[in-house]
């Protein structure tokens, strides 16, 4: 049997472990062994606290439900898609897919022929808006007014149609229709453009005391002096990128003074 002296050489060093008293959420852990002690502290997560109230189970996160996107009435949806197929016909002409025009202008194809029956019908509801829509009756009211002068009215009316009318994406449409034989560009010439020469060159030969040509083909033909040399300002500037820095509303003053001008030896002497 081992001596008692050979038993205690099997330890290196006696050690004592001691359990705190006090209870609560966190418990020490002392080691005392040769003079060091290390504190070893481990939380218990499972054991409330003595008189704490249960901690309640959080309630389910409520996220707000998505709202369905609302339909467009008809009239505003027919709206914006006749605006962004008036914007893709003046860049890439009339002659498209309508699969190609419905994706331009961000719907089915299916929608787009709910909206309009066939391409034909979508093109002249275009015309209808973008080509004869912009003209304003009341310029027809202002060349009238006697009140001021020719020379005013025609400045004033020639400025603003320049301006408003011949826009870029209006030319270029108005081009295009005329390339693919569409009756586009006649109609518009026809009820509108023909109408205002004849108030033009009417007013012109009264303001100058001269007469007005009785064939409708000769007065016309006058008035193009004035209105086309504006359209052919407006080509020029808006579709052959010409850069000449004089403003364009010195320029139509000076056709508007030629015009003037020039219009005694075009118009017919007053009759007795």
């Known amino acids: 049997m081992a001596s008692p002296g050979c038993l205690a050489s099997l330890f290196v060093a006696p050690c004592r472990y001691t359990l705190s008293n006090h209870k609560s959420s966190r418990e020490d852990l002392f080691l005392e062994s040769d003079g060091h002690r290390s504190v070893m502290k481990a939380k218990r997560k499972d054991v409330a606290e003595p008189g704490s ?23 505003e949806r027919q709206a914006r898609v006749l605006e962004k197929a008036a914007e893709y016909f003046a860049e890439h002409g009339l002659n498209a897919q309508t699969r190609a025009i419905a994706e331009a202008c961000g719907v089915s194809q299916r929608l787009l022929y709910s909206l309009f029956p066939s391409k034909a019908a979508l093109i002249d509801e275009v015309y209808k808006r973008e080509i004869v829509g912009t003209f304003r009756a009341m310029w027809f009211v202002q060349l009238k007014d006697r009140s001021v002068p020719i020379e005013s009215r025609l400045n004033t ?25 569409l009756q586009m560009a006649p109609t518009y010439t026809n009820a509108v453009v023909t109408h205002a020469l004849e108030i033009i060159v009417t007013e012109t030969a009264h303001a100058l005391g001269c007469g007005v040509p009785a064939d409708p083909a000769h007065l016309t033909e006058v ?33 508007v003074r030629a015009f003037l001008t020039s219009a005694p030896a075009l118009l017919p002497a007053l009759e007795g």
């Open 53 to 75: 109230k249960p901690v309640a189970s959080r309630a389910p996160i409520r996220r707000p439900m998505k709202k369905a996107p609302q339909r467009l009435p008809r009239a």
């Open 157 to 181: 009316f020639y400025r603003e149609y320049y301006d408003t009318l011949l826009t870029r994406q209006w030319l270029r449409l108005f081009l295009y229709s005329s390339l693919e034989d």
């Open 223 to 255: 008035g193009w002096l004035l209105h086309g040399s504006v359209s052919h300002l407006a080509i020029r500037r808006r579709i052959y990128s010409n850069d000449n820095t004089t403003p364009s509303d010195a320029v139509i003053a000076m056709h």
